[in-house]
């Protein structure tokens, strides 16, 4: 069996759904949807704020975490479901 590849991006680990194009385009889609919806600034403000901290940690601040741990150097391996049931 080959060696598994090391990971070079800590986005390998995670679904579809959480890449940073979606984190982006669900941040952008909820802030624009306050917007649209209420027409008030101090609310889509409200909303804004913690969605643009959310947006910040896992794209600026969960990556570098990762890397300063030293996941990215580990090779991904897939255990295989049947390989604990001894």
Not at 51 to 76: C, K, N, S, T
């Amino acid at each position: 069996m080959p060696d598994p590849a090391p990971i070079a991006s800590p986005w390998q680990l995670k679904p579809w759904w959480c890449q940073p194009w979606s984190i982006v385009l669900t941040g952008v889609l909820v802030v624009a949807s306050s917007w649209l919806l209420l027409h008030r600034l101090w609310l889509t403000a409200l909303v804004a704020v913690p969605i643009g901290v959310w947006m910040g940690f896992f794209l600026l601040v969960w990556p570098r975490l990762m890397r300063e741990a030293g996941y990215l150097d580990a090779p991904l391996t897939v255990q295989q479901p049947h390989e604990n049931l001894e």
